[in-house]
């Protein structure tokens, strides 16, 4: 019996059907252990692992990452776009109104889409998008004192 291992990043790129590059690699790992990132704070972490990386390349690795399922794009009203490597499970976020903090929250009940819609309107839903909103327990505690 042979024992079941995680596919690479290069192995995981090639099965998306991408060409596999340093930089998508790093872009990859950067999402991937990154909390949430916008496009700035992933190209720093890129620049740190392959060196120079212009933003627009960050952009379209990013959008050709997120087009294959490798990576999630989230836009909270009101934020620039925030990236995730957590993928393909439907989950949901919390967002703090004070400072903008993004974590994640399983589903709330129920199978994928987690919610049925009072009136799909005849669409097929395969998934929904919920944010909740209020405040980080570091910033409701800073507000109470």
Do not use: K
Request: proline residues 4%; hydrophobic residues 40%.
């Amino acid at each position: 019996m042979t024992a079941s291992r995680n596919p690479t990043v290069a192995e995981e790129l090639r099965g998306a059907g991408l060409r596999v590059t340093a930089a998508r690699v790093a872009l990859l790992q950067a999402v991937r252990d990154g909390d949430h990132l916008g496009a700035e704070a992933i190209a720093s972490e890129v620049r740190g692992r392959v060196g120079h990386i212009s933003v627009q390349a960050v952009y379209e690795g990013l959008h050709a990452l997120t087009a294959a399922g490798l990576i999630r794009r989230l836009e909270p009203p009101g934020s620039p776009a925030l990236y995730e490597g957590r993928v393909g499970d439907n989950h949901h976020h919390l967002v703090c109104r004070s400072c903008g903090t993004v974590a994640d929250v399983d589903c709330a009940v129920g199978h994928a889409p987690c919610l049925t819609a009072s009136d799909d309107r005849g669409f097929a839903v395969d998934e929904a998008e919920v944010i909740y909103w209020g405040l980080c327990p570091a910033c409701s505690t800073a507000r109470s004192t």
